[in-house]
């Protein structure tokens, strides 16, 4: 039987036809190019698997090009944020470029533009240059200086350079055609002037280059032969093209932009002035925070770089933006996860259980699966003693013929250890269950192979010993947004669909085996989901996140 091959997304068809029409395979090189503006979220962890995947499918370089034009936003934290999250995702890059890196020669073919009778600097304020700009609809109406002498415009253009005129007085602008229908083509500004220290030439440039000027070019600069942009940058690629064209050399290799769908996550905000607001309003603990759609926050959550990989790779890429439910993503992490993941019994909700008929002060050592799914995980030790804690939850006083967990008069199994039979309950003054008396039988033993441990009992539950168990945080996490699409209402601000209910920390007790875990290692709590060590862990108590329940409790509420 032969392995079909996966079929082609219309990107890859794309460098297969132009490697058909002259692109040599060597030539070959592709770039992301983020702003270090804020963290990667999970629409930037799209586009690096769609570049480095190509990259590795190709056997291509592929460029991380930081967009760092904008001094007022950018700090170096979300550089060092941006390259961690990409290492973390198991890529590397073949160059780290900035843009600022290009500044120089930005400005030299912008005084080349401004020679040619190709770009002038305007002085006029912001809100009159948007208004001459006109609509879709009307034709815009050319500057009072748009025909500004060339050595006048150098002139200015070299004060702005400088900082010799004040911030926002001046503008330079490519002339094009203020009557194209493409609005983006109605003489784009080209620079700004301003006075913010940037996060790597300081004050050495009091103008910043705009982003259609920077990126077309930077990608020449580079001879990357394939710009993927979201869909978007559709109405740039003429400006791109058109500013490619002012300084190409024939020789050389041409880049080319084409775009590629968004993929919206539901019951998320993906913008990075929305996801900072939640930082800065103090709705979450920072961009790491685990409910953040962030690569560090899904990182922290518990998340793996494959699970984050395979979603990826599921949604594909398209030519519509759609929204992908959170589940999809959820049960991604489910499938890694489940194969991964060693499992370990963790009280949440504990009430006390005893076992009449157990020996008093006995101790003993059973033997227990670390994980089912993976035959090389082995076996664990685990304490099992007269006095235990299960789930609150997992008794009922008087129950129906569907609870299948423990009430009185009915059997259930201990998960690795015996069956046990409800025989009656302790309360305090208000009526409150504070102890279970069971009795259990001494021959049903896990794996012993006696007739008793083969007998079948339709539930199991999971315990710890109280004597051995240890107090851990838990932390349970949930989507932060009570609707799919929280930034679509125009009538509401997105933070009113804010869901109260997102997290919830209590103290759980975990079996002892867990007492030296590490951050980020994972495990399954049996019967209740998966969850991480976070670094907020310390010697004297473990702090766990829940990465994702073990099933979609959100499906019952959308039915």
Known sequence: MTNEAAPLNFIEHIIEEDLTKGYKKEELCFRFPPEPNGYLHIGHASSI???????????????????????????????????????????????????????????????????????????QTSEAIAEQKGTPNTPGKPSPFRNRPVEENLDLFEKMKNGDTKEGEHVLRA????????????????????????????????????????????????????????????????????????????NKLRPKQREFARRNLSHTVVSKRKLAQLVSRGVVTGWDDPRMPTISGLRRRGYTPEAIKNFADSIGVGKRENLIDVSHLEFNVREDLNKKAPRIMVVLDPVKLIIDNYPEGKTEMLEAENNQEDESAGFREIPFSKELLIEREDFKEEANRKFFRLTIGKEVRLKNAYIIKGESVVKDSEGNITAIHCTYDPDSKSGSGTEASLRKVKGTLHWVSEAQALPVEVRLY???????????????DFMEFINPDSLQVLTGYAEPSVKDSKTEDKFQFQRLGYFVVDRDSTAEKLVFNRTVPLRDSWAKLSV
């Open 49 to 123: 698997c769609l570049n480095f995947g190509l990259g590795e499918k190709y056997n291509a370089p592929v460029n991380l090009r930081f967009d760092d034009t904008n001094p007022a936003k950018e700090e170096q934290e979300f550089v060092d944020a941006i390259k961690r999250d990409i290492t973390w995702l198991g890529y590397e890059w073949a160059t780290e470029c900035y843009a600022s890196d290009y500044f120089q020669q930005l400005y030299d073919w912008a005084v080349q533009l401004i020679k040619e009778g190709k770009a002038y600097v305007d002085s």
């Open 175 to 250: 002339k094009i055609n203020m009557e194209s229908p493409n609005m983006l083509m109605r003489d784009p500004v080209m620079y700004r002037t301003l006075f913010k220290h940037h996060h790597r030439t300081g004050t050495d440039w009091r103008i910043f280059p705009m982003y259609d000027w920077t990126h077309g070019e930077s990608d020449y600069i580079e001879q990357v032969s394939h710009s993927f942009c979201t869909l978007e940058f559709l109405p740039h690629r003429e400006l791109y093209d058109w500013f490619l064209d002012q300084v190409v050399d024939d």
């Open 478 to 492: 949930d989507r932060l947004f009570t609707v799919p699409s929280p930034d679509t209402d125009k009538e509401k």
